[in-house]
C-alpha cells in the first residue's frame, strides 16, 4: 500500500508542477474549471494518479505494465485533452495534444523505475 500510494503522490507532485509551468510559459490555459479550484486539480491531483496507480497495481511487470501506460498515454493525449478543449475547461496556445502523449508514458515508467530502485535498495539494506 505504501509503494502504491507512494507512486501517487509522485504522479501528482510532478504533474502540478509540469502543468504550472506549461501555464507559466504560455503553453495553455484553464479558462473554466469543473470545480472552484486552481488550474485543473481535477485532472492532476485526482483522475491522473488514480488511474496511474491502478495501473501500477495491476501491472507490476514491465511488458504489461508498458502496454497498458501506452494505452493511458493515448487516451489522456488524444481522447481527455481534446475533450476538454471541447468543453472549454483546456486551451492549449503553443501545444499539440501529440507532445503530450511521450511525457504521459516517461512520468510512469521514471517513476515506477525509481521505486523499484527504492525497494532493492531497502532489501540490500536489510
Known amino acids: 500500500m505504501t509503494e502504491i500510494i507512494l507512486y501517487g503522490l509522485l504522479v501528482t507532485y510532478i504533474a502540478v508542477i509540469a502543468d504550472s509551468i506549461g501555464v507559466a510559459l504560455l503553453l495553455w490555459h484553464y479558462p473554466n474549471t469543473l470545480l472552484p479550484a486552481p488550474l485543473i ?22 511488458k504489461p505494465f508498458l502496454i497498458a501506460i ?23 496556445y503553443h501545444w499539440k495534444h501529440i507532445y503530450s502523449f511521450i511525457p504521459y508514458i516517461m512520468i510512469a515508467v521514471v517513476f515506477k523505475a525509481t521505486i523499484h530502485k527504492f525497494k532493492k535498495l531497502d532489501q540490500n539494506y536489510k
Open 41 to 62: 486539480v481535477e485532472v492532476h491531483r485526482v483522475q491522473m494518479p488514480i488511474i496511474y496507480m491502478l495501473i501500477y497495481q495491476y501491472f507490476p511487470t514491465w
Open 70 to 92: 501506452t494505452i493511458n498515454a493515448f487516451v489522456f493525449a488524444f481522447i481527455l485533452e481534446p475533450t476538454l478543449v471541447w468543453l472549454k475547461v483546456y486551451e492549449p
